[in-house]
């Protein structure tokens, strides 16, 4: 009986700080862009497209290291990995957005995230570093082919030969906390 009642508070604890979370990221207002302005974003690499993150939300880019696993967890999350003394939830970003998992190699490389006092960390195949576009190059039409994951793309842009995908990483991450809140509370039906 003591070790139910013990589940059960840890799960109201668990769901607090999942809605938390929530709340801290939806408070998150996006920037306004002005056609024209230049945007410093970070480049990574999943599979064989290149992705774009507002450099703001970067806190630092380590290499995956010890990375325990999380039983029971869904597909897209890895684990937690100690990030300087802090542990940081790892999600798998390929996964989240459909994409088929690549080998783990010496270029792949963990981008923690930090919005106040949260940290996620996100593990891509490489991390390619910043770049400054203009925001004139976005283009204004595009499709793809992801299915539930297209609201997740703020943009995409031409540059220099390469399609770059713009991602709304708050979004992303405001949709992880609900599914995970989802769960916690038994509605979960997203894998």
């Known amino acids: 009986m003591k070790v139910e009642k013990k589940k059960e508070e840890q799960a109201v604890l668990d769901k607090k700080i999942l809605k938390e979370r929530a709340l801290h990221y939806a408070q998150k207002q996006d920037e306004v862009i002005l056609k024209g302005e230049r945007v410093e974003f970070f480049q990574v690499r999943l599979n064989k497209e290149t ?3 507002d450099m703001p939300l970067i806190e630092e880019v380590v290499s995956p290291e010890r990375i325990s696993k ?3 967890s869904k597909p897209f999350m890895l684990g937690v990995m100690n990030v300087r003394g802090e542990l940081v939830l790892l999600l798998d970003l390929a ?5 088929p998992k690549l080998e783990e190699t010496e270029k ?5 995230l930090k ?6 960390g996100m593990v891509v195949d490489q991390a390619l570093g910043s770049l400054k576009i203009d925001t004139g190059e976005q283009q204004t039409h595009f499709s793809h082919s992801k299915g539930d994951q297209t609201d997740w793309i703020k943009g995409l842009f031409q ?20 599914q995970l809140n989802n769960e916690l509370e038994g509605n979960s039906s997203i894998d």
């Open 95 to 99: 996964a989240l957005l459909g994409l």
């Open 51 to 53: 992705y774009l993150i």
């Open 115 to 120: 919005s106040g006092s949260d940290r996620t």
């Open 108 to 112: 792949s490389k963990v981008i923690v």
């Open 70 to 72: 999380l039983p029971k």
């Open 159 to 178: 540059h220099e030969g390469v399609s770059k995908i713009w991602l709304d990483i708050p979004k992303i991450l405001r949709e992880v906390t609900d």
